[in-house]
């Protein structure tokens, strides 16, 4: 399949590559843009937007709980999620908070106090009604990585609402960008547990890898694949496709070259990075895939080299 779509003109200079493509992964990493992208919407202007008691709305499109989801929090906890309150509301988030009761006896007092849900995402709503545990998790999870990062939050900078464009993708309302990547600048405040439940949800409902796909079906997902931000990789790292040979270095084999077989056109990502996409504009798919895996490479080199530095400091300590 070619991963070039209809809208993009084909670059002489731009090498055809044979490419392998997992159904799952690409169909997965689609997916997760998808619902990132839905999750940053702001809030109908024709809707009424909800309030917690604590005084916040969302930033971003939310759902009304039809029942309310309560659960208890210790004391300390209960003071936490006072001070994030704001954050959580960013994220579509908005609960009420009962603290725990005081009195002069231990049997008039309890250490617990109360946390009432009355709005959440639409992508987990309903999971987290189902499973509340999953929004304990996400919720705990969040408040204490903040309260390690921010040292307390009580002077915590809070970033641009997550519904809010920066002003160099400012646009008019309904309208959108080129890319319709702006969710890239918007996710950077996301609790991560909405996130991993995002990636979750889009794995599950993804092409699975023995379903059949016509032709059709397979040039649709690849022209959406090419649109994502991250074609490469699936929601959670993993490749969602590997170039397998150049094909026009396979062409410009003669028949009298016995010994140059299928493999002599062969991808390396050192020879697409180094070699492709000469030409001005938009870069092929070929360059962007090599700079990728170069990347890549380097990742693991650093985590590789920070592994060997920790071991020579346990051999020096010991």
Known sequence: MCMECDTVPLNENEPSVLVLIDQHAADERVRVEALLHDLCQPPSASSNI?????GYTSAIATTLLAKLITIQIPAGEHELFKIHAAHFADWGILYDLIAPRTGRSLVESSGMGKMTFRALPPAIAERCRLDVKQL????RGEVWKREEVGGGGKREVRLPRPASQPEALKTSPGASTDDGHNWL????????????MLNSRSCRSAIMFNDELNIDECKTLVQKLSRCAFPFQCAHGRPSMVPLVDLS??????????????GAGRVSAVGLAAGAGQGQGRRGFAEAWGRWMEQ???????????????DKVSEEAG
């Open 296 to 310: 890549e490479k380097e990742k693991e080199g650093v985590v590789m080299e920070n592994d060997d530095d920790d």
């Open 249 to 262: 270095t396979v062409r410009d084999c003669s028949s009298d070259d016995e010994d140059l077989g299928f």
């Open 50 to 54: 909800p309030r917690s008691s604590l």
């Open 136 to 139: 304990v998790e996400l919720m």
């Open 185 to 196: 600048h918007r996710t950077s405040t996301c609790p991560q547990g909405i996130i991993d």
